[in-house]
């Protein structure tokens, strides 16, 4: 049987680790797979911290049971979060434990009773509310649209630990340690930044927020939804978040391509050396039709710079391309510098689509010179493209200097 593992004497850990979904919510590659964390709070009440997706209850119930003590009840779930991956297992818990009072905001309230059509047993609570276990006692703090409108953590303020929900998450099963200080943090970070520029990017100005918010508390763990726990240094996750969430940036250019026989791919590889030769070691290129989204957003988020090269598809931009567009207005992202450029054979589209997305992409600001390609590149094009790598270069830079 699956063991709880501790968090603190009367804290555990009896979440779980998906190996098995190829895809996040439908759509971002998991490699390297993703944990659901859950907790276990041992008091005179004893308290569960979130669910589990339905199809992970097994090694959910056998690490809660190895922990229960004799005789005792589930008294109180607190719902932090309702996306299905944490409250997957609401209704089953709920038959499990009949008494168990389940605990959330407003809106956690409603989305219980819209999901699973529980409505019976709730305890509402708002921001700074209190609920006593004993020793143990929870305060929660609403961070709305961190990642959905009901989202809300909880602090524990005997031992200072903080259930932060999706917040300060990240992709990446649990390697056999579940502590930052048992795992090589440098490896998890790669998945953090992709979890958080895919799921709560969006939601920036909410996070600056809800970051306020945790820095104001005395923290000595952090157990988030997802991700390694963070006890040895909880502030760096913090000021991970806080950095990504204010739109600093590294130095860097990213280069996408969107590109059938190779002329599109030609030129953004002339503006990817020529950056590289005016001196940008993190100069990142990708194949729109082949990287998965979540890693080009990744990188994306990370670097100051972006190149957007697209040949012309049935008289529009690639559709790769268009996807990408398409997702990073969603992000609406800020500080940033774009370069692009475009190819036809006969009617043109992709670059216009592209100067578009300049405009009205988010707060990019376009680099020179915009260049439009007929079929392939001349000579005079791709000097064309290498003024665009220099002058990306230097804007990059400039931008750093700030
Ligand atoms: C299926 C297909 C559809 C295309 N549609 C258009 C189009 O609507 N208008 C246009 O000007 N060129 C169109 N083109 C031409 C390409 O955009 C052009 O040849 C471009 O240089 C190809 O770039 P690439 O080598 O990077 O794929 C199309 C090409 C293909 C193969």
Redesign the pocket.
């Known amino acids: 049987m699956q063991q709880a593992i501790k968090v603190t004497d009367s804290i555990y850990w009896i979440g779980g680790n998906d190996r098995e979904t190829d895809l996040f919510e439908g759509l971002w590659e998991l490699p390297r797979g993703v944990a659901y964390n859950a907790y276990f709070i041992n008091d005179e009440k004893c308290a569960i911290i979130d669910t589990i997706k339905a199809d992970k209850l097994s090694a959910y119930m056998e690490r809660l049971v190895s922990i229960m003590p004799e005789g005792r009840t589930i008294d109180y779930l607190v719902v932090n979060h309702m996306e299905p991956d944490h409250s997957g297992s609401i209704s089953i818990l709920r038959k499990l434990y009949p008494e168990m009072k389940i605990v959330g905001n407003k809106k956690t309230i409603e989305m219980i009773g819209a999901f699973y059509g529980i409505t019976e047993g709730m305890i509402e609570v708002k921001e700074g509310d209190v609920l006593d276990l004993g020793r143990h006692k929870l305060t929660f703090a609403m961070i709305p649209m961190v990642h959905w409108p009901e989202s809300m953590v909880a602090y524990e303020t005997s031992e200072k630990v903080l259930f932060s929900t999706d917040a300060f998450g990240g992709f990446c099963a649990l390697e056999g340690g579940i502590f930052d200080d048992e795992l090589d943090m440098a490896l998890y970070e790669d998945e953090t930044l992709r979890y958080f520029a895919n799921i709560v990017g969006r939601y920036s100005g909410p996070a600056q927020k809800a970051i306020a918010k945790v820095r104001a508390l005395d923290l000595k763990i952090i157990c988030p939804a997802h991700g390694p726990i963070l006890r040895s240094n909880p502030q760096h996750i913090v000021d991970l978040y806080d950095k990504w969430s204010s739109h600093k940036t590294d130095e860097g250019i990213v280069v996408v391509?969107?590109?059938?026989?190779?002329?599109?791919?030609?030129?953004t590889d002339t503006i990817a050396r020529a950056a590289c030769e005016a001196g940008v070691k993190d100069v990142i290129v990708h194949d729109a039709s082949r990287s998965n989204l979540s890693y080009i957003v990744r990188d994306i988020w990370k670097y100051r710079g972006l190149v957007l090269?697209?040949?012309?598809?049935?008289?529009?931009l690639?559709p790769p391309m268009a996807t990408l567009c398409r997702a990073l207005k969603n992000k609406m992202m800020k500080n940033r510098v774009l370069g692009i450029c475009g190819?036809?054979?006969?009617?043109?589209?992709?670059l216009a689509e592209l100067q578009v997305f300049a405009e009205q992409g988010g707060d990019w600001k376009l680099v020179e010179p915009t260049i439009e390609?007929?079929?392939?590149p001349t000579e005079t094009d791709l000097e064309l493209c290498r003024e665009l790598g220099r002058n990306m270069a230097e804007a990059v830079k400039a931008a750093e200097a700030k």
Do not use: R
């Open positions: 391509y969107g590109s059938m026989y190779g002329n599109t791919k030609f030129m090269g697209s040949c012309t598809y049935n008289t529009e690639y190819s036809y054979s006969w009617s043109k589209g992709a390609v007929k079929s392939s």
